[in-house]
């Protein structure tokens, strides 16, 4: 089973140069945690959750139509592409503690999104079934490993 299948293809995205206040109210619209970040080209350069916009407001001591998408996104972005298999997807998942991928095509654009979530509803339908591509124990290991505690380098308030 690849990406493509169990992905959403209607994602809502921002820019770098966007208010904080403008990323939350997508999540809010369309009850989400995270909104991938495009560049001028629509390619995808990173991920603001919902967590990354409270602990910006926290640390830089603005209000959200002050603050920019660009202070807050994550700096790392890890995606995947719709041909590859669910199992490479949750890889990518468990090795960088991510909940959720956007899926670019050959040149860097979203085509679509896939969150643990959707990988988790996919593995119901299947029980059952004799040849599993999707089972609860590997979404589990998925989970574990994705919420494993990191190193946290200690910051002053």
């Known amino acids: 089973m690849n990406v493509e299948q169990i992905m959403?293809?209607?994602v809502r995205a921002c820019r770098r140069d966007d208010s904080l206040n403008a990323a939350a109210q997508?999540?809010?619209e369309n009850d989400c945690?995270?909104?991938?970040?495009l560049d001028e080209d629509d390619r995808?350069?990173?991920m603001v959750t919902d967590r990354d916009i409270c602990m910006a407001a926290y640390t830089q001591g603005g209000a959200l139509w002050t603050l920019k998408v660009a202070n807050a996104m994550s700096p790392k972005l890890y995606t995947c592409k719709g041909e590859n298999s669910v199992a490479e997807a949750e890889e990518i998942m468990r090795t960088n503690q991510v909940?959720?991928?956007p899926v670019v095509n050959e040149e860097g654009r979203l085509v679509g999104i896939v969150s643990l979530n959707d990988i988790a509803s996919e593995a119901e339908p299947q029980r059952g079934r004799k040849k599993r591509e999707v089972t609860f124990a590997e979404v589990g290991e998925t989970l574990k490993a994705i919420c494993r505690a990191r190193e946290v380098?200690?910051?002053a308030a």
């Open 8 to 10: 959403k293809q209607r």
């Open 26 to 28: 997508i999540m809010w």
């Open 33 to 37: 945690g995270c909104v991938p970040v």
């Open 44 to 46: 995808v350069v990173g």
């Open 99 to 101: 909940r959720r991928l």
């Open 153 to 155: 380098a200690s910051v």
